[in-house]
């Protein structure tokens, strides 16, 4: 059974900083990409930022300059450095990690969640 441990978030002020982290246990194949997803109440859930297997790490540009994303391929871990934060960016955010097993099998594995507020 592999599963996505999440650590980080609450609430801090406006120009405050977080640090969100997630790793993956358990048994798998090969793990691809890593990412940190958020979703607002009342909204669709978007892409924060992403790592591949293939070594790239990005953020979209709603984050970029403020958020950092970075991945531990030897603990299977990731790391989102949000600095400068904004009420805008006030979420639910969640990891997720595409993971393969053996014969071709594969599956998207999601973290509970951890809520981000950001206080104005």
């Known amino acids: 059974q592999v599963q996505l441990v999440e650590s980080g978030g609450g609430s801090v002020q406006s120009g405050g900083s977080l640090r969100l982290s997630c790793k993956l246990t358990?048994?798998?194949?090969?793990?691809?990409?890593m990412a940190w997803y958020r979703q607002a109440p009342g909204k669709q859930r978007e892409l924060v930022g992403v790592?591949?297997?293939?070594?790239?790490?990005t953020v979209v540009d709603a984050v970029k300059g403020r958020f950092t994303i970075a991945r531990d391929y030897a603990q299977n871990t990731i790391e989102l450095k949000m600095d400068n934060l904004k009420p805008e960016d006030t979420a639910a955010y969640s990891c997720y990690a595409e993971v393969w097993f053996w014969y071709g099998k594969s599956d998207d594995i999601w973290g509970q969640g951890t809520q981000v507020t950001v206080l104005a």
């Open positions: 790592t591949t297997g293939a070594g790239t790490a």
């Open positions: 358990g048994t798998f194949r090969a793990l691809y990409d």
